[in-house]
């Protein structure tokens, strides 16, 4: 439960220090006195938006602290401990807001994202406002309402998942049908531009040694008479060759080295390009012996390479890159030719997420339909209990279309007098009955949630007299299994509080401070006097408080 809130800075609070005990806390004030203003303080540490106009004019930042213990809170313990972030039986959220709008969010000292925050703030405390009675008149607050509590929670996610996965795999089968045309067409043509490229059947670096073969036979005439000459140049001139020069260089040196052996080295090059020379020309004899004017292969190559590339450029690729254009062809016709079983493939997908899908959805709408006869019956013991006797609500959970939500639609039928039908709360429900019957789904609902805080904000708006005080009753009643703070004008509400927490606002002329404390008994008579009117507070007013004030304490 929720053991110390300190606010610092925030709106219109300078610094304040609260304690909260077990119990139902009230909390009262006169009007723009700044009741909301704990509310909000609370919610900033559970993780809501922040906005720079929280921090306390000529001030750097607000911030806010909430203590928790968490010793018989296994969920929230288990959540800590999940994350490292445990610290044995407390649980600090801390806050701060700078005058610049930058938040940042802290548990236990460890810096958090506020999706964090959020929920581990939801396993801690619950507020319930003011203004949920008007969300009553949404249909998709009934299912919400009904989902929370049938505690289906978890089932309602798997649903929405499940919804998502069919409607994705039914988009994809959808295109894929829309195109099977267009594959049809495109796997004629591609069929087409394959057979072409089979019939050429151009291999891997043909193109190449065509181009090279093309070059050698084009060009044969010049270089047979080129090479002859290279030969007698070398070596088969009559005279003057290079073999015959070298030659007698090898002659001159050999004499020379008779004198001196220095000349070695000089006449093993020599005699080196001698023998390289003679290579040579045995390597340009056997080329000669292989290279012969070929008119007839000539052309063959010449005609397979016009075609090579007659087809790169049909199919606007380079020469060069007609093997691997080839090969891609060939794979999507293979692709498209098993088109049929993608497809196949596709719809078993889909048919899967529906099933999936239409299974989780059952199992959600069987749970919802078991607690929505529970929920009726509950609902129409607490109208009783705040005075509307005649009155009939029922839960009801229709089948409807599939949809994120599942298969239901579920509304609140309401019916305020006997012998009228039942028909949609938002089109009969008049403000003071939606108040009490808010009132009654949240108490019933506060009942049903495992936080050990509940935060009510003016949930009794609307009620007075005989049904403030069973409002009263339900709270302290709740106050007995958790710790419950209410924010109430209603003097019946805040008589039957364990505790009774003042909020007043300290003027002075350039500044406005908010201010709460704790009412001693005698105090809280004069405040409980205060909250049931008058211009002047009279001694009969006070005995009236006062005997109201006993009688809330005497409420079990």
């Known amino acids: 439960m929720l053991t110390h809130l300190s606010v610092r800075h925030f709106a219109t609070v300078d610094q304040l220090e609260l304690e909260p005990e077990s119990g139902l806390t009230v909390i009262s004030g006169e009007t723009g006195a700044g009741k909301s203003v704990l509310i909000d303080a609370l919610s900033l540490t559970l993780g809501e938006r922040a906005d720079s106009a929280v921090v306390r004019p000529g001030c750097e930042r607000a911030e806010v602290l909430a203590s928790f213990t968490v010793a018989d809170h296994a969920q929230a313990r288990a959540w800590l401990e999940e994350r490292e972030l445990d610290n044995g039986d407390d649980c600090l959220l801390r806050r701060t807001v700078r005058a610049d709008g930058r938040s940042r969010a802290y548990i236990n000292g460890t810096p958090a994202p506020l999706a964090d925050v959020r929920q581990l703030g939801e396993l801690l405390i619950s507020i319930h406002s003011q203004h949920e009675h008007q969300a009553l008149l949404r249909r998709d607050t009934h299912r919400q309402l009904l989902d929370n509590f049938a505690g289906t929670g978890d089932l309602a996610a798997s649903v929405r998942n499940a919804w998502r996965q069919w409607q994705q795999a039914r988009q994809v089968h959808d295109q894929a049908l829309t195109g099977a045309r267009e594959q049809s067409e495109r796997q004629e043509l591609l069929r087409f531009q394959l057979d072409e490229l089979d019939a050429l059947a151009l291999a891997e670096g043909e193109l190449a040694e065509l181009d090279q073969e093309q070059q050698r036979l084009g060009h044969a005439d010049a270089l047979i008479r080129l090479c002859q000459q290279s030969v007698a140049a070398l070596y088969d001139g009559e005279e003057g060759t290079c073999n015959d020069q070298l030659g007698q260089i090898r002659h001159w040196l050999e004499e020379a080295r008779d004198h001196d052996n220095a000349l070695s080295e000089a006449l093993d090059t020599v005699e080196s390009a001698r023998l390289q020379v003679e290579a040579a020309a045995e390597s340009l004899r056997h080329y000669l012996d292989r290279l012969d004017l ?238 049931l009117g008058g211009v002047e507070i009279t001694d009969s007013t006070l005995a009236h408080a006062r005997e109201m004030l006993e009688k809330g304490q005497e409420v079990a």
């Open 294 to 531: 070929d008119p007839e292969r000539l052309a063959q190559v010449e005609e397979r390479l016009g075609q090579a590339y007659s087809l790169a450029r049909k199919h606007r690729v380079r020469p060069e890159e007609l093997v691997e254009h080839h090969q891609q062809l060939a794979r999507e016709v293979d692709t498209l030719e098993h088109f049929d079983e993608h497809l196949e493939t596709l719809a078993k997908a889909e048919e899967d997420a529906r099933e999936h899908y239409m299974s989780t959805a059952r199992k959600l709408s069987k749970a919802r339909k078991t607690a929505a006869a529970t929920l009726t019956r509950q609902i129409a013991t607490q109208l009783k209990a705040l005075g509307m006797k005649a009155a009939r609500l029922e839960t009801v959970v229709e089948d409807d279309s599939p949809g994120a939500e599942g298969l239901d639609l579920v509304e609140f039928r309401f019916s305020a007098n006997p012998g009228q039908p039942l028909r949609p709360l938002a089109k009969v429900a008049s403000g003071g009955e939606l108040s009490r019957v808010s009132l009654a789904i949240q108490v019933i609902c506060a009942r049903n949630l495992t936080v050990p805080s509940l935060v009510f904000d003016e949930v009794d708006v609307g009620v007075g007299g005989g049904v403030a005080e069973i409002v009263g009753r339900l709270l302290r009643e709740l106050g007995e299994h958790a710790q419950v703070l209410c924010i109430t004008h209603q003097a019946q509400v805040a008589s039957q509080g364990h505790q009774h927490w003042q909020v007043h606002k300290i003027q002075s002329k350039n500044t406005t401070r908010t201010r709460i404390q704790p009412l001693a008994p005698d105090a809280r008579v004069e405040e409980l006097a205060r909250m």
